[in-house]
């Protein structure tokens, strides 16, 4: 099962502890590392430039770029350096990326259907030597060609989490993300999304916080807090539909705020949003998410001074299974 699970890595720890945690991912036998991005933590291509330089054969990917960000010619240019560079090793994981960070820069975000067709088709054309000129997703090109494309091109996931979005992936992408907090009931209607706009081969990759203690009970008092400021944000609701969670979680926010959400929850929501408890529960829970659809799980840890350890009990635990 360990050549179906990864980790996500860059947002929950300082920069300078990625090397010794990649290196340890791969010695332990996990398939793929996925450099988030999540503003203003570690900076994802930065990460993930890291990540290959000091692991041999383990798959890295993006885990995502907004694409709003970055001008498609800028992101086809650094995603083939790497392409380039490690070839057979990387994949671009883009997407939306989050609003309010967005926002706080001031980039608007406009069209995002059309702004990530846009940004695919045109990273595409220029991985193949292609000179664009003109408007592509609401993006400016003039005569833009790239001086080194990659000999071979990377694959592109897309992160989605909405219907028309997921339809988008399963047309276009060469593999969709599912962001945190993916239960194996949404992992189930994504396939199905994917499946009915003709991507049904599409692979899934889904992320999932992981909550490793050595009982349960204090995995889930761990993961509470984290897990209450993210849900009370309601940017997304997606994923708490899939579960029948909506209407009582806002209730509860708008009642208690994030701490009110995060200590009054019901355990079982715990349990279907997050890889959580003792190593042999959270490789159970994996094989959940696998078994839903899933063809990989990337696991984002939430406990930094433990994670070293963690990583080996877990790869055990999977072993074992």
């Known amino acids: 099962m360990r050549e179906r699970v990864g980790f996500a890595l860059g947002s ?3 920069p300078a502890e990625l090397v ?19 503003y203003f933590a570690t900076g994802g291509v930065a990460g993930a430039a890291t990540i290959l330089a000091v692991t041999d054969e383990v798959r890295v990917g993006t885990g995502v770029l907004s694409v709003y960000a970055r001008h498609p010619g800028l992101l086809a240019m ?18 939306v990326g989050g609003s309010g960070w ?32 003109g408007d592509h997703g609401g993006f400016a090109f003039e005569g833009i ?18 219907p028309k979005m997921t339809a988008l992936a399963g047309e276009i992408s060469d593999g969709l993300v599912l962001s945190v907090f993916s239960s194996p009931a949404f992992v189930r209607v994504e396939r199905d999304l994917l499946a009915a706009a003709g991507g049904a081969d599409t692979p899934i990759t889904t992320f999932a916080f992981l909550s490793l203690a050595e009982t349960t009970a204090e995995a889930r008092a761990r993961i509470r807090p984290l897990l209450g ?29 994030p701490e009110g959400l995060a200590a009054d929850m019901p355990d079982e929501w715990i349990d279907q949003l997050c890889v959580c408890g003792d190593a042999d529960t959270c490789a159970g829970r994996i094989q959940t998410l696998l078994a839903a659809g899933s063809d990989e799980v990337a696991l984002a840890p939430i406990h930094a001074e433990s994670l070293l350890g963690d990583i080996k ?9």
């Open 229 to 257: 400021a993210y849900l009370a944000d309601g940017e997304s609701t997606a994923m708490t539909d899939a579960i029948g969670i909506t209407e009582e979680l806002r209730a509860l926010a708008r009642t208690g705020g």
């Open 12 to 14: 929950t720890f300082h």
């Open 20 to 38: 010794p945690v990649a290196r340890a991912v791969e010695q332990n036998g996990f398939a793929s590392i996925w450099s988030s991005e999540d």
């Open 78 to 95: 650094e995603a083939g350096t790497l392409a380039s560079i490690h070839p057979g090793r990387f994949v671009l994981g883009v997407g």
């Open 145 to 162: 060609h790239l001086e080194y494309p990659p000999p071979q091109p990377p694959p592109i996931h897309l992160g989605a989490t909405g």
């Open 102 to 133: 967005l926002d706080q820069q001031g980039i608007e975000h406009r069209r995002p259907l059309g702004a990530v067709r846009g940004t695919i088709e045109a990273v595409r054309a220029l991985w193949a030597g292609e000179t664009l000129t």
């Open 313 to 321: 009990k877990l790869s055990a635990a999977i072993g074992a299974g």
